[in-house]
């Protein structure tokens, strides 16, 4: 699981947890296992189609502002939201289709919101960075980078402020780690020992700069030391390590020890799908073509062999077709009216509440003036 | 109804609302053990316990963010920023999520939160202490921003704003925290987003909100009994939304504006409220729109120039005076008046 060679001594993995030496003899493996790693090859690649429609969206004027895709991220994300119970909360950032689309929300409403329709999951309000969807617990994409640290902090307040035992998860970029909330977030949650699980995803750049040049202990996971909060770093090529870390930092936040878990991943594009990346050498664009999640975990697959050649295919067209469904559902998905445009102003109406169009006027427009000053 | 100070009305209302809704939980610094700073706070970490007050460090953006997210799960918390100056380091929070969450998600999650803090100078606390920057807040859609004057005032707006789904930001003001009035007894909120007529007259419209809507009711008093004269005065209550119905009707009866602000002039507060009379008065108006605004520097802090940086009572008067005195000359050259 340390693939050392990945890094090029960059950036560390870690030395720790490294159960899956035990495991790798496919002899061993239970049913269970091979199910649960279909699944997740099932999930990996639905991300990587869905991702990929969405690109193709984006070039085709469906989808607009910024986009930010999960590829090369997908191991993180299905091995992570595993972990998870439905009652459990997520908070993450503008990096989320992934996400949402693996807290079992319809992929159909997650392109629907990218193509800023009615029927999308934050009914076009929000787009490509905050999807949100309260029945899946998905309590928000965030835009502003460590934004929803503090909020995911307050949420798993609430949960101990009631005595529940949901658990919120918490994921964010390697640039957060550099960010003010992120440390007073970190504070906060082990002064008050709550329920929360943060993830850094660390795909090793921040839009073009470096993890070595933006953070000066580039160990990310290090840094819940300073707060006495348990962390690991994990390869997050491997979906089935990421689960695993993944249900320890959940089961330690379950248990009122917030925990810090760095997942070191890659990112196969640029920062958005109108980023060309052209700050990456051809050799890191080829090493990281190379580490491809997904094609390492179908190699591993097949090499153990849970699949064949048409399962693979089978597995891909399923992913396809259900990627092309949700493109064909957000398309006919119905453009919000104008009319809706202040639905949205307050939770609690209020007097005096602001529904003036740009062109409008405060007031009636004043009448001609004519001498008759006096009434 | 009893005699209270705003500092008592404010502790009363927030222990009733902590007795009446266990959702409802203070947080913020020095608030518990410390009992506040300027102590609103007092005995209630005795009476609830740390769950219901919860001190924190000294991290605005980290526990006024941890109040939102504790909110959009359908707790009340109410924060105290200690001064409205600290706020600035929990501005994206504020900005960027509290006020953005109920929109940006589809109303799909409400924050009802509430914020307390105090503006104001004249307390030799210097530049960075001073400040009045309440527009901040006042500026952003999706932000309710309340702003009482008067005892009974912020009892009934601290209710409205603790029951209230969205987001309020609840100006208070250090100089107000000691003056005392009338407080109901009953728990009635009153509503955001209206202003008040606190006082009705016939000779012009005086303007103001938090310490300068006391200034405005104390100079309008003091007008009447030595010349006699009529002042309208007008309590804005609350910043957002903002009730230009009440001012502009104000204006159509006395012809004549004085805003009186805490805050900077240039892009103030008063710009805005000169405006609305602008777009909702214009054929009205017998003279422009005066407005009376701190001095435009980081507040000194020696007593002399803080002096002469804040808007004094005479400040006020004179301003008073100009306008009528360009009334009189306006209604002279048309020959007549408008009653």
Redesign the interface.
Known sequence: MTDNTRTKGKAPTPKAASPNAKRTKSAERTVAEGDRNLKFYRDMMLIRRFEERAARGYTEALIGGYCHLNLGEEAAVVGLMCALRETD?L?TNYREHGYAIMRSIDPNRVMAELYGRVD?V?????GSM?M???THRL??G?G?VG?Q???????????D?RGGDEIVMCTMGDGTANV??FH??L??AA?WNLPIAYVIINNRLGMGTTVEKASAEPELYKRGAAYRIASERVDGLDPILVAEAATRAVASARAGKPYLLEVVTERLRGHSVVDPAKYRSAEEVALVKELDPVHTFASRLVAEGLLDEQGLARIDEEATARANEAHAFAEASAQPDPSTLF??????P?????RRLPGE???EP??R?VPE??? | MSIMTYRQALHDTLRAEMLRDENV?LIGEEIGVFEGSYKITAGLLAEFGE?RVRD??I?E???????????????R?VVEIMTINFSLLAL??IV??AAK????????????LVIRTPGGGGQQLGATHSQNIELYYAFV??M?VVAPSTPADAKALLLAAIR???PVLFLENLALYNTKGEVPDDDTPA????AAVTRAGRDITLIGYSRMAYVASKVAEELAESDGLDIEVIDLR?LR?????TL?ASVKKTHAAVVLEDDWLTYGIGAEIAA?IS??A??YLDAPVRRVAMAEVPMPYTKVLETAALPSNDDVVNAIYQTLDAVGQRRQK?G?G?D
Do not use: C
Request: proline share 8%; net charge negative.
């Open positions: 909360y908070f999308g934050s009914k076009g309000w929000g905050h949100f969807d309260l309590l928000g965030y502003i934004g640290v503090p909020l995911a902090t307050g949420a798993a307040l609430a949960i402020y003010g909330a007073e977030s504070n906060l002064l639905d949205y102003n307050y939770a609690t209020v007097a005096n509440d602001s006027p405060l007031f004043a009448p003036p000053v006096d009434e | 939980f769950r924190t460090p991290a953006e980290g526990f006024t963010g941890a109040a939102i997210g504790a909110a959009m799960l359908g707790l918390p994206d929070q960027n999520h969450i109920y929109g940006m998600f589809g109303g799909q999650a409400k924050v009802p859609p999706g309710k209230d789904d969205d509503p955001i987003g209206k609350s939304p903002l009730d230009r119905e502009i609305s777009d909702g214009f054929d048309v007549q408008h």
